[in-house]
């Protein structure tokens, strides 16, 4: 949905296929969870962020990881 945001003000047809399946993705899913019974659960943030490094339109970019006892969840 990210990626579709770039191209809000001149969305295509393309575009709007993308946006469809992606609510359609979330409407499937919205009753799916993770569920850990462990007392300790630590989350973490890790970011990575590159200001203004695209020499053409100034624009900075971020990327980050969060993670749930070690392992991966966005």
Known sequence: MRVVGK????LTREHWSAIKRVLIY???TSSVALCFE???LVVKCYVDLD??????KRRS???YV???IEGTIS
């Open 26 to 28: 979330v409407k499937g």
């Open 66 to 68: 969060f993670t749930l």
């Open 38 to 40: 462990w007392s300790k």
């Open 7 to 10: 191209f809000i003000a001149n």
């Open 51 to 56: 200001f203004a490094s695209d020499l053409d």
């Open 61 to 63: 970019t971020i990327g």
